[in-house]
């Protein structure tokens, strides 16, 4: 398909999937007719998005007297932008294929190809995932319901569910009756949103604290039992906010189970626990909610939340987002817009999520505006004083992967096929190499920038059984094709195991010294073993373990 | 800027300052064990015996015999006239003279997940606020940057119910544990026979077929890619990857890691701690500490290594406890006595405990359910003046008639035993300080040295 025509399907796609609940389907029904009319406007909005973010990032550089990093060459933003969209870094195919074509647009076709892969799905699940239903890293109980909640994601993923309507099904999804929590009890792996909830007990008050942080950015959870020591968040606000969610009862409640749930779908009030005071439920705003006869609270909050109106919905999607990409928000913390947390380029970030919103929360379109400028292309290698202030943006920080991206990532050097495997929630006895990673690799809640190792990581990595096996030339297919090849070059052989770990060609001095050791055979006098030597120490490597 | 950044170059400094790791591969090279023993300003060491799954108060530390709650065992007399404990415990009875029990533990969390992260965190899971665990805590405190082994090590901690208590939260990964017999999984644990083997380090020995000089060879190509990506790509998550490479490689070769060989004890020794997972693991404890580490953890999750859960005693409660007390006792009471010989107990502070407590009334299937309202937990050694008992219940067991102790009055008793300020701060990542206790705390004066 040739790009324009590919673009042209995109905005067909773009209107077609605007919304996919209840009344906006509407929608679709006019998107035939539109699509010609709308088509050239939308023509590159990517390159526009792009554009203004270039614009604002460097007039603050001028002002503030920076100088940024060159841009990236070809092998570091293809490493980049395949661990950020897809989860993995690229095989060596991929690699030498990309690499040999520096035509234009070149970069802007990868990405558009990165988000057409499965692994896009897969990638941005786990990321929802950890925004979503951060329980599931820690709690085991969360972990058993996170099949049927990541099998819903993938499926919006895939079908570029807009942004709004995802969070709209994800706060009105039922509860009670046939399709509610008894059905997912009985079938743990339905395609469902539920585990949202359950994860969050089913109780006003955590839902109430997680929505508003996960979608608006507004931390209101302190509240819950007194007024913010920092913020302005009260007491009554919290509760107010968390009566959306009053509605909801559970029944037969034992020994910390959730029971059965019912739900009074108009209920618009709590009594705050331990105090007198009834609150009625009121948008974080301040302002009282229209009520309609037979629209739920839960909608009625739904609406307001994922409404353009709503200023914190899209730029708090907006700056998450950005977070991935930059491993520094815009607001950092990244889910935290209160008080003394100021955006470093608040202009940028209006921009952004008017942007976002005006391309009806349209994730890829993101994604795809992000990765096309400047700013993102720019190389993580510091040749200036002045790029070290992460918010100027002035060089890409160099980012921990999660434990998903460093298992994927090691298959995809090594030229394991079955990096694709699904997660086995329920075998905990039964660990495979992936299960054990994700548990030590698990990211800690600090920013990817702050990333630190832990000792247990270090002995694994070094010594451990999957590190060994990748680097056994028994075991490792890249390895053993690389060093059984006939009419290589030990050079050859070098520049063919970087290219599979660290996505780029080694430099002169690198290739000099390397091919050396190779042709001495190291320690143990032997060619093969010299170069698993190689692969070791790049697999160990602080360039193969982040991002950057 | 946020705080959290301000705070992460300062780590930043301290990591280089501390020149853990650089260009040279001499830096790699094993440093000499510390000198064992005991000196005069030692700092002071914490060992929990984590009792997974919530032991009952009314068969163990605070009996009530005649009443119908008191259940099947019989209370008897301790070294400290006045105190009776429970007659599957004589060997600790016998050393009250270090122990403090306290009978008025009183929390309000009864569901296993929780309250495991509230007693172990001394916070209820809260928003997004990610705790560090008990350990971490006081290892960040007690701890040395280079030291050969780590500060934090933690023996078969069963963390399947609420992982993030196990962990270092905020602190990050620096401040994780070592775990050694990991029992989440069947396979890398071991049957009662194979303690030895279960209470090595996971990936501590080099991989088969890799010689010292070929694994130092591979250390010094590493060295060059880490010197190379350091200079261009400055930044925490180099650094702190270049130091945990740096400690791992350090414990690896250094003298220090002959704690974990207990088959260098003394056979008579290794039987009075009981030859079984905990009561060898109460021997390793003993040996870390000796070398310095200043926080181990040694969790009692079952009497034979079938069993996760086993103090969960919601039905055969006598009988489960009595086994399990029968593993406990020798290994708690040597522990001690062994600590004592070596003139360390006075300088590590031993806490037992559990997530809660368990019901006085006695269910139907002679089980005890979970009981957060009055339970009991034990200081003894390091900065405790033993020979007392804290609080008191009602003669059913089921309230604290007398000084009610909460989890933040423990945490801060526990500070102050080994000399910490529970107010000292620590940045989350959340942004916020918190401190090692809330300043509402109150510590149990009365039992502080």
Known sequence: ?548 | MSRRSMISRRDLLKLSACGAFGASMSRWLPVLANEIGASPDRRRSVILLWMTGGPPQTDTFDMKPGHENGGQFKPIDTSVPGIQICEHLPRVAKLMQHCAPIRSMSTKEGDHTRATYLLRTGNLPQGPIDYPTLGSLFSKELGQEDSDLPNFVAVAPYTQFSPAAYGPGFLGPKFAPLIVGDPNRVGTNSNGANYDQSLAVKNLSLPQGINLERADARLSLLGDLESDFASHRPGLNADSHQSAYAAAVRMMRSEAVKAFHLEGEDAKLRDAYGRNQFGQACLLARRLVERGVPFVEVSLNGVNNNQAFAWDTHAQNFNSVKSLLEVLDPAWATLMSDLKDRGLLDSTLIVWMGEFGRTPKINQQTGRDHFPNAWSTVLCGGGIKGGQVVGKTSSDGMKVDDRPVSVQDLFATMCKAVGLDSMKQNVSNVGRPIRLAEPTAKPIAEILG
């Open chain 1, 1 to 548: 398909m040739t790009h324009p025509a590919r673009a042209q399907c995109r905005v067909m796609n773009h209107l077609l999937h605007a919304r996919c609940h209840g009344f906006r389907l509407a929608l679709a029904a006019v998107a035939h007719v539109l699509v010609f009319a709308v088509a050239p406007l939308f023509s590159d909005d990517v390159q526009e998005l792009a554009d203004k973010i270039d614009r604002r990032i460097e007039a603050r550089w001028q002002k503030d007297g920076i100088t940024p990093a060159s841009i990236a060459d070809s092998a570091e933003f293809l490493r980049r932008v395949s661990l950020h969209v897809a989860g993995s870094i690229p095989t060596v195919s991929d690699a030498r294929q990309f690499l040999r074509n520096e035509s234009y647009n070149h970069r802007r076709q990868l990405v558009d190809e990165l988000l057409e892969s499965p692994h896009y799905i897969v990638n941005f699940s786990n990321f929802w995932t950890r925004v979503m239903m951060p329980e599931s890293a820690t709690d085991v109980q969360a972990l058993a319901q996170r099949p049927g909640f990541q099998a819903w994601l993938r499926q919006h993923l895939g079908n570029n569910t807009r942004y709004d309507a995802i969070v709209y099904e994800l706060l009105t999804t039922p509860l009670a009756g046939d399709r509610g929590m008894n059905s997912i009890m009985q079938n743990p792996g339905s395609v469902s949103p539920i585990a949202f909830f359950t994860t969050k007990q089913i109780k006003p008050e955590n839902l109430a604290a997680a929505t508003s942080r996960m979608f608006m950015g507004i931390r209101i959870e302190c509240a819950q039992c007194h007024n913010h020591p920092y913020d302005s968040w009260k007491q009554e606000q919290f509760w107010g906010y968390a009566a959306f969610f009053a509605g909801i009862e559970r029944t037969n409640q034992n020994d910390g189970g959730l029971g059965q749930v019912k739900e009074v779908f108009d209920r618009r009030e709590l009594t705050i626990p331990d105090h007198e005071t009834v609150v009625q439920a009121t948008y974080l705003d301040g302002t009282q909610p229209q009520w309609r006869s037979k629209v739920s609270s839960r909608r009625t909050l739904a609406d307001w939340m994922t409404s353009k109106q709503n200023p914190y919905f899209a730029k708090s999607a907006v700056n998450r987002l950005w977070g991935h990409f930059f491993g520094v928000g815009i607001v950092e913390p990244i889910d935290d817009f209160g008080g003394s947390n100021k955006p470093s380029h608040p202009e940028l970030l209006n921009e952004l999520a008017a942007d976002f919103a005006a391309h009806d929360f349209d994730l890829k379109y993101l994604i795809r505006g992000i990765a096309a400028s400047k700013t993102y292309q720019r190389s993580s290698r510091k040749t200036h004083v002045s790029q070290t202030e992460p918010q100027q943006f002035a060089r890409m920080a160099v980012q921990g992967l999660t434990g998903e991206q460093l298992f994927d990532s090691i298959a995809a050097a090594v030229g394991h096929l079955e990096s694709f495997q699904q997660f086995q929630p329920f075998q905990f006895n039964q660990p495979g190499p992936r299960t054990e990673f994700l548990e030590l690799f698990a990211p800690d809640n600090n920013s990817p920038t702050e990333r630190q190792t832990s000792i247990l990581q270090a002995l694994a990595l070094m010594n451990g059984q999957f590190t060994a096996s990748a680097t056994s030339l028994e075991q490792s297919s890249t390895l053993t094709a690389v060093a059984e090849f006939p009419s290589m070059s030990s050079g050859d052989r070098v520049e063919a195991i970087y290219l599979a770990a660290l996505t780029r060609r080694p430099r002169p001095e690198e290739l000099e010294r390397l091919t050396k050791y190779v042709d001495s055979g190291g320690p143990s006098k032997n060619q093969k073993q010299a170069l698993s030597d190689i692969f070791w120490a790049l697999l160990n490597s602080s360039e193969f373990l982040f991002n950057h």
